[in-house]
Nanobody, 127 residues
Framework: VQLVESGGGLVQPGGSLRLSCAASGFNLDSYAIGWFRQAPGKDREAVSSLDRRDGRTYYSDSVRGRFTIAIDNAENMVYLQMNGLKPEDSAVYYC?????????????????????WGTGTPVTVSS
């Protein structure tokens, strides 16, 4: 089982990035999938998630309206389009999969119920 993120980097405030997550070794039809982030000295937080079994989506208050999650079913890829980036968006971003959608939201206890994690990709928003 693997979740491999890519697409992180350095971007100026107001800029955009698209993170990608390649999922392999398990059936995405049986899991919800999403993104967490963790900045230095802060708790890990759920950013966005999607459950294609029933179409539910989640966005944290801090990213709603700026970030969009999407899945390419054919390629088993998950994307996080991030627009209007702010310095406070700087963090390591992790792809995650869980059988229960709620584990990928702010109700999920900072990801303690997640079944699979990627290794993370860093995002730095700075001028």
């Amino acid at each position: 089982v693997q979740l491999v993120e890519s697409g992180g980097g350095l971007v100026q405030p107001g800029g955009s990035l698209r993170l990608s997550c390649a999922a392999s070794g398990f059936n995405l039809d049986s899991y919800a999938i999403g993104w967490f982030r963790q900045a230095p000295g802060k708790d890990r937080e759920a950013v966005s998630s999607l459950d294609r079994r029933d179409g539910r989506t989640y966005y944290s208050d801090s990213v709603r309206g700026r970030f969009t999650i999407a899945i390419d079913n054919a390629e088993n890829m998950v994307y996080l389009q991030m627009n209007g980036l702010k310095p406070e968006d700087s963090a390591v971003y992790y792809c995650a999969a869980a059988r229960l959608f709620e584990y990928l939201t702010d109700a999920g206890g900072h990801g303690h119920g997640v079944d699979y994690w990627g290794t993370g990709t860093p995002v730095t928003v700075s001028s």
